[in-house]
């Protein structure tokens, strides 16, 4: 029976094999932490920029699981990550007085931009009045691609409904297309139909697949989007590392990690703005 | 955007330029999915083999239970894992969220059934010819179960290849448990999700074709050290 | 499998005889036919018995009966006053008429059903038995690739690896050539002459002659006769038989 090994046993063996060897490499591995955060960071490249600066500087590997901010603050919640880095900031505040988090830190900031197809069926283009536009996109019917996953840009994007008095309930399945996933599958949607979308300015200057689209409106200051930083609560999951957690975030606050945001650039853009320990400063646009 | 062509040249360039990102993400893949569903033969083949084999009352549901996890969606799966494995769940003190651990395990859960169901239905056939004669020589139950695993490997690695096929192509259930950390959790499919997200279609196709590449060459060799071995030992 | 050396102890039903056995009033019906119909016998532990009667009469299905595959719609069989159990079992082989080949080579198939030896010992017993079957040209050879006779010879060689103390062979030399039938006999009288109890499932007349003591005959899914292998083909008590013998058709 054991003179030909059968190829299933050749592959369980070695499967079997690798599963045993998988936990010894694991525990060679350098000290890290989880950082819950969003699309927008991550397909950006803003982490590929800053993180080997932070890891040089302390050792300290960072991975990032790159969420929507709902689902990112939901993960922390649960304890399953050392720092939050996400854009919803009334969220977020909430996540913190219920406990999730330490404290909430602005780290910084970049704008939201409507883009649309060249043709602009709601003759928006080259506005600076976000509401207004988007009261004439609901007016013509035109087709509009939503993030629709509690996101922080989706958040805001609901806000920004709210202000031009649109129901976009009501409209949903029909010119509003709530695509229930990230920034750049939505973008993809909203490239493949010819539809208007709500983006964070970084996503939009990091994707490849802009098709027809170009941005519409931009430069509303209530297209603001800040970014804030938190430290998961030791106190509610002791499994959080507060050392190599509050190290980074002590990094990304300090003068270090705030040269490292604003150098990050894109087709010669700057991405995003540090604006760490200006709270009290008037909200630019 | 471009046309196939130069996505199969970009494909080609990024295998040929040794690009270690690449090569470690294509190693992590075959990693987790070979070793889930390895594991998934551990456990199915046998479970697939006792359905076959034991009547017990219920049995028929237990097999139509079965038969519908088969096309259960990787999300639920990789959503069952994350509640399991996060630190507020059950076994979240172990921390084998974000792990390729993790993702090996909700694999495993994803390709079990496909393999067991596979596995009882070939087994079910060789058993019809075997009963008699296990049945006048007394087998016991294991030894059964083991006998027609063993004479039934060829078919078997059919199933196999069904799992993996299942494992390696799939993201929902990664992409929640492993969290696509780069250099970490980082695999095929989910570094193609990561692309076209990116809105890079071009780049998410080259990767595609990549594991599509992968596959072929994992079925193609179990295929043929099958036939030779078949060849070699058995009709 | 049972170990038979591991079975001393005396109120142990495997220390117990197994014969006489006895069938009585046995009964298995299917789909509404009554297959083996009200059939009694009693069997002793000497001697080869040849069981013979026309296709569909029901002689498979009676070695399945007494050998406990199949369990009768009514009646009783017992095999030295035990009822049919996995012990008692364990002390019989069987070789269909369509024997089962495992997918392996002829010597696994061996080695398979010795799987309690230690592996020198098993090794050993399989060359031996090997041997006996005139198999060590196909040793290797996946055991479904054998010929028909070989295979037949196969599934000989491993029911009597099993050691059981009643064999029931069903057509063993059914569509074989001469020279096969032969060999075939020569395993049997053999395994006879180890004092093994020899069931025989048989078309063949000529060998029923030189290999039986004793016949059943069975028609109909009764037991038509009963007797002595000389007496039998001397003068066949019933039509039936004499039909058989003479290789008419009975309606
Ligand atoms: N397991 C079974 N269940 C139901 N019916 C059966 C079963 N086995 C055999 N039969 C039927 O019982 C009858 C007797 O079959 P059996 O195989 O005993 O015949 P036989 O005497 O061995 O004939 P042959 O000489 O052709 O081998 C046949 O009509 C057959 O169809
Ligand atoms: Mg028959």
């Known amino acids: 029976m054991k003179r030909y090994l059968s190829p299933l046993a050749v592959v369980s063996l070695a499967a079997v094999a690798l599963v045993t060897i998988a936990p010894v490499t694991a525990e060679a591995e350098d000290p890290f932490i989880i950082v819950q955060s969003t699309t927008s960071t991550q397909n950006s490249g803003l982490f590929n920029h800053i993180l080997p600066m932070f890891k040089k500087k302390t050792g300290i590997d960072v991975r990032v699981v790159a969420v929507g901010t709902g689902q990112a603050i939901k993960n922390a919640a649960n304890g399953d990550g050392d720092v939050l880095l996400v854009h919803a900031k009334a969220a977020e505040e909430k996540f913190v007085?219920?406990?999730?988090?330490?404290?909430?830190?602005?780290?910084?900031?970049n704008d939201f931009v409507i883009v649309g197809p060249k043709s602009d069926p709601a003759k928006i283009a080259r506005g600076k009045d976000a509401a207004a536009a988007l009261k004439s996109i609901a007016d013509v019917k035109a087709p509009f691609a939503s993030r629709g996953d509690d996101s922080g840009t989706h958040k805001a994007e609901k806000r920004h409904w709210k202000a031009a008095g649109v129901d976009i309930e009501k409209a949903s399945g029909d010119w509003y297309r709530s695509t229930g996933s990230g920034m750049g599958a939505t973008l993809n949607t909203a490239a493949g139909m010819g539809a208007y979308a709500l983006t964070d300015r970084a996503t939009w200057i990091a994707f490849k697949n802009k098709g027809d689209l170009q941005i519409v409106i931009e430069g509303d200051p209530k297209l603001f989007n800040q970014y804030g930083v938190i430290l998961v609560n030791p106190e509610k999951h002791k499994n959080?590392?507060?050392?190599?957690?509050?190290?980074?975030?002590?990094?990304?606050?300090?003068?270090?990690?705030?040269?490292?945001?604003?150098?990050?650039?894109?087709?010669?853009?700057?991405?995003?703005?540090?604006?760490?320990?200006?709270?009290?400063?008037?909200?630019?646009? | 955007m471009s046309d196939s062509g130069s996505i199969f040249s970009l494909a080609l360039g990024l295998?040929?330029?040794?690009?270690?990102?690449?090569?470690?993400?294509?190693?992590?893949?075959?990693?987790?999915?070979?070793?889930?569903?390895?594991?998934a033969c551990l456990i199915g083949l046998p479970l697939g083999a006792f359905l076959a084999v034991v009547k017990f009352p219920g049995r028929d549901a237990?097999?139509?239970?079965?038969?519908?996890?088969?096309?259960?969606?990787?999300?639920?799966?990789?959503?069952f894992v994350y509640l399991a494995l996060s630190r507020s769940g059950p076994l979240g003190v172990l921390g084998l969220l974000y792990t390729p651990t993790?993702?090996?395990?909700?694999?495993?859960?994803?390709?079990?059934?496909?393999?067991?169901?596979?596995?009882?239905?070939?087994m079910a056939d060789l058993h019809v010819e075997y009963d008699e004669l296990f049945r006048s020589l007394g087998l016991s139950m294991s030894r059964t179960?083991?006998?027609?695993?063993?004479?039934?490997?060829?078919?078997?690695?059919?199933?196999?290849?069904?799992?993996?096929?299942?494992?390696?192509?799939?993201?929902?259930?990664?992409?929640?448990?492993?969290g696509n950390i780069e250099h970490v959790t980082r695999v095929m499919t989910t570094a193609i999700a990561l692309e076209t997200s990116k809105g890079d279609l071009a780049l998410a196709m080259a990767l595609g074709l990549i594991l599509i590449t992968l596959a072929l060459f994992v079925n193609s060799a179990v295929l043929t050290l099958n036939r030779t071995a078949r060849r070699l030992a058995y009709a | 499998m049972l170990k038979r050396s591991d079975a001393p102890v005396s109120d142990d039903i495997s220390a117990q005889p197994l014969f006489p056995l006895a069938a009585t009033d046995l009964v298995f019906a299917d789909r509404g036919r009554t297959l083996i119909d009200n059939l009694s016998l009693t069997l002793d532990g000497r001697g080869i018995t040849a069981v013979m009667g026309s296709n569909g009469a029901g002689k498979s299905l009676l070695l399945r009966l007494l050998h406990g595959l199949l369990t009768p719609t009514s009646g009783a069989i017992r095999w030295g006053g035990n009822p049919l159990s996995d012990e008692v079992r364990a002390r019989q082989a069987m070789v269909f008429q369509r024997p089962t080949m495992l997918r392996r080579s002829a010597a696994d198939n061996l080695r398979f059903v010795l799987n309690h030896l230690p592996r020198n010992e098993r090794d050993r017993r399989v060359e031996e038995l090997i041997a006996e079957a005139k198999l060590d040209h196909a040793a290797a050879t996946p055991a479904r690739l054998l010929s028909g006779g070989e295979q037949q010879r196969l599934a000989i060689a491993r029911a009597r690896a099993t050691e059981p103390e009643v064999l029931f062979l069903d057509e063993p030399t059914a569509s074989l050539d001469p020279a096969s039938v032969h060999a075939i006999e020569e395993v049997v009288r053999t395994i006879h002459a180890d004092g093994i109890k020899v069931i025989i499932v048989t078309h063949d007349i000529g060998q029923a002659k030189r290999l039986a003591d004793d016949v059943v005959f069975i028609n109909r899914g009764?037991?038509?006769?009963?007797?002595?292998?000389?007496?039998?083909?001397?003068?066949?008590?019933?039509?039936?038989a004499q039909a058989y013998l003479e290789g008419r058709l009975q309606f």
Not at chain 2, 16 to 29: K, P, Q, R, T
Not at chain 2, 62 to 79: I, Q, S, T
Not at chain 3, 222 to 240: G, S
């Open chain 2, 145 to 178: 179960i083991a006998a027609l695993i063993w004479d039934g490997r060829y078919s078997l690695s059919t199933a196999a290849l069904a799992g993996f096929g299942r494992a390696i192509a799939e993201v929902g259930a990664v992409i929640i448990v492993g």
């Open chain 1, 97 to 109: 007085a219920e406990g999730g988090g330490v404290k909430r830190f602005d780290v910084m900031y």
């Open chain 1, 240 to 285: 959080v590392k507060v050392k190599e957690g509050q190290a980074f975030i002590d990094w990304l606050l300090g003068a270090e990690g705030q040269n490292a945001i604003r150098s990050f650039q894109l087709d010669g853009k700057q991405l995003f703005f540090p604006n760490a320990g200006q709270e009290n400063m008037k909200k630019a646009g």
């Open chain 3, 222 to 240: 009764r037991v038509a006769e009963q007797a002595a292998a000389a007496a039998f083909f001397e003068r066949p008590a019933t039509d039936a």
């Open chain 2, 15 to 39: 295998v040929l330029s040794g690009d270690a990102e690449l090569w470690s993400i294509i190693a992590l893949s075959l990693r987790v999915s070979l070793t889930a569903v390895a594991l």
């Open chain 2, 102 to 122: 993790a993702m090996i395990i909700a694999q495993t859960i994803l390709v079990t059934p496909l393999i067991a169901a596979l596995a009882r239905q070939s």
């Open chain 2, 62 to 79: 237990v097999v139509a239970l079965l038969n519908a996890f088969m096309g259960l969606p990787p999300v639920v799966v990789g959503l």
